[in-house]
């Protein structure tokens, strides 16, 4: 198994940054995929990005595409979101969650999920 614990969540301002980090242990060595979700307020809970175990292949939301990067330090067993220009509409709960076989951007492929962090955005 695969365990994995976000942070970095916090209130900030619209146009403010924030990088959240998902720090992975357990079977760290079994190739594991990272995606990055997120559940707005009444919300499903919707995809954001992912990043394959080698670090060259990422996908973003089309919401997100040019704000947020999404970057990992294997070294570390730690997957780094970063995210400029936050909106209002970024408010979410921010979710990190890894998957053993194929990188993707559907929810329930996902086996392994932590707790989630808050983020805020005020206007």
């Known amino acids: 198994q695969v365990q994995v614990v976000e942070s970095g969540g916090g209130l900030v301002q619209a146009g403010d940054s924030l990088r959240l980090s998902c720090v992975a242990s357990?079977?760290?060595?079994?190739?594991?995929?990272i995606g990055w979700f997120r559940q707005p307020p009444g919300k499903e809970r919707e995809f954001v990005a992912t990043?394959?175990?080698?670090?060259?292949?990422?996908i973003y939301a089309n919401s997100v595409k040019g704000r947020f990067t999404i970057s990992r330090d294997n070294a570390k067993n730690t997957v780094y979101l970063q995210m400029n220009s936050l909106k209002p509409e970024d408010t979410a709960v921010y979710y990190c969650?890894?998957?053993?076989?194929?990188?993707?951007?559907?929810?329930?492929?996902?086996?392994?999920w932590g707790q989630g962090t808050q983020v805020t955005v005020s206007s």
């Open positions: 990043i394959n175990w080698s670090g060259d292949s990422t």
């Open positions: 357990g079977r760290t060595g079994s190739g594991y995929h």
């Open positions: 969650a890894a998957v053993v076989g194929v990188s993707c951007t559907v929810v329930e492929e996902y086996d392994y």
